[in-house]
């Protein structure tokens, strides 16, 4: 039992002495391809910020012309919404908005 468990104590420590060398003699080149992964990464972040505001933005307008369209006919539906439930909901669209546009690319 205790030859097998030095046998592997001793190919674990071939290997990983492998591995350790062959970082240390590419390490430029895994710099590099590191690199262009952080760079490629930043430019889908910013491409995913600039697309969810666009859709957000498109989402917002959709709501603020139903809920206009609501409060025009709402004189002729007796199930309509209160006034407050309707600047309630105007009001917080107007904030994630502003929360959209702080969001920085």
């Known amino acids: 039992m205790e030859k097998n468990n030095a046998l592997t104590f001793l190919l674990g420590a071939v290997l990983g002495g492998a591995a350790a060398y062959y970082a240390y003699k590419h390490q430029d080149e895994i710099l590099t391809g590191i690199q262009d992964l952080e760079g490629s990464l930043n430019l ?62």
């Not at 409060?71 to 006034?83: I, P, R, V």
């Open 44 to 105: 889908d972040n910013n491409e995913l910020i600039e697309k969810t505001k666009a859709q957000f933005g498109q989402l917002s307008q959709n709501v603020q012309s139903a809920i206009q369209r609501y409060t025009d006919t709402a004189g002729e539906d007796n199930h309509s919404l209160q006034e407050e439930e309707i600047s309630f909901l105007k009001e917080e669209l107007d904030r994630l908005r502003a929360e959209v546009a702080t969001l920085k690319a």
